[in-house]
């Protein structure tokens, strides 16, 4: 059975640094991109960027680039996303997903498996 | 980047109604479009991908279509189940972008 388990929910303070993970299980990790999205309610679900576990080759939505970085651990099959110094605006519900794949092996930025979500909350 | 607008925002029907949900791109994205369905508290679930295919366990009472830049979601009969939030997401061009969602109530 695929499965993506988050980290979980997380309170912080202004200009912390926080990391949190992603870990995949039941498919080969190294085979499906893993993209992230947050949601809040304001501006509802935004896609964050993506990384190829293959190689950690990374594409960032220019809302998100310079404030989060993507990385990957294949030897855990384990993602990660993170941020140096925490602002009140990164507060939201982020979502790690898997990027569905076509049966010729093309990858499509649609997302087929989800992990459960974790809430970030920032504040001082 | 591409706006995705879904209207309407809320819809009130009742359980064997037939649903219609629109999403408008702002620029074509040919076929690229995909349906997901969010209950309270959970991920997203991936329900049509490149505008009318059916993912794989996701029941044919649902079903997708397009006309140039206007995406429709259908709901062919109601069922208990199917009261949640849908988005629609473009994947024709990075950054993907979501509409804003339309939350399918009990009337």
């Known amino acids: 059975e695929v499965q993506l388990v988050q980290s979980g929910a997380e309170v912080k303070k202004p200009g912390e640094p926080l990391r949190i993970s992603c870990k995949g299980s039941?498919?080969?990790?190294?085979?499906?991109?893993i993209s992230w999205v947050r949601q809040t309610p304001g501006k509802g679900l935004e896609w964050m960027g993506r990384?190829?576990?293959?190689?950690?080759?990374?594409e960032y939505s220019p809302s998100f680039q310079g404030r989060v970085t993507m990385s990957v651990d294949e030897s855990i099959n384990t993602a990660y996303l993170q941020w140096r110094s925490l602002k009140a605006s990164d507060t939201g519900m982020f979502f790690c997903?898997?990027?569905?794949?076509?049966?010729?092996?093309?990858?499509?930025?649609?997302?087929?498996?989800w992990g459960q979500g974790g809430l970030v909350t920032v504040s001082s | 980047d591409i706006q995705m607008t879904q209207s309407p925002s809320t819809l009130s029907e009742s359980v064997g109604d037939r649903v219609t949900i629109t999403c408008r791109a702002s620029q074509t994205i040919i076929d690229w479009l995909a349906w997901y369905q969010q209950k309270p508290g959970k991920a997203p679930k991936l329900l049509i991908y490149?505008?009318?295919t059916l993912e794989s366990g996701v029941p044919s009472r649902f079903s997708g279509s397009a006309s140039g830049t206007e995406f429709t979601l259908t709901i062919s009969s109601l069922q208990p189940d199917d009261f949640a939030t849908y988005y629609c997401q473009q994947y024709n061009t990075s950054p993907f972008t979501f509409g804003q969602g339309t939350k399918l109530e009990i009337k």
């Open positions: 039941g498919y080969d990790f190294k085979k499906y991109w």
């Open positions: 490149k505008a009318s």
């Open positions: 997903a898997r990027h569905q794949r076509g049966s010729g092996g093309y990858t499509y930025a649609t997302f087929d498996y």
């Open positions: 990384i190829d576990p293959s190689d950690s080759y990374t």
